[in-house]
């Protein structure tokens, strides 16, 4: 089973940026799809951005042009570099895999099979 851990959330102030990660165990990392979800209190958790096996990437209208998601196969880690955030974006941040599915761009959390333990970013206004 893919064991998924997240590094690299903290307090940044509005206008900062954090470089989220997310170590991948498995020796077929580079056929999965991944993804960066997040979770408000008191709300459902909600889909920010996630890479193909290929490098396609595909980004929440939220996040676009502020986050940037990448991958280094060599490594078995997948980034989330966030730029420009804003107290919106204050969350706890999950990384997933789809280790059967990773040719095709998901979207929804239940498309996913391997999830973190989540990471928290907190943005200060």
């Known amino acids: 089973q893919v064991q998924l851990v997240e590094s690299g959330g903290g307090l940044v102030q509005a206008g900062g940026s954090l470089r989220l990660a997310c170590a991948a165990s498995?020796?077929?990392?580079?056929?999965?799809?991944m993804g960066w979800f997040r979770q408000a209190p008191g709300k459902e958790r909600e889909f920010v951005a996630t890479?193909?096996?290929?490098?396609?990437?595909y980004y929440a209208d939220s996040v676009m042009g502020r986050f940037t998601i990448s991958r280094d196969n060599a490594k078995n880690t997948v980034y989330l570099q966030m730029n420009s955030l804003k107290p919106e974006d204050m969350a706890a941040y999950y990384c997933?895999?789809?280790?059967?599915?990773?040719?095709?761009?998901?979207?929804?959390?239940?498309?996913?099979?391997?999830w973190g333990q989540g990471t928290q970013v907190t943005v200060s206004s």
């Open positions: 997933a895999a789809a280790t059967s599915r990773g040719y095709i761009i998901l979207v929804a959390p239940r498309q996913y099979d391997a």
């Open positions: 890479i193909t096996s290929g490098g396609t990437t």
């Open positions: 498995g020796r077929t990392f580079s056929s999965y799809s």
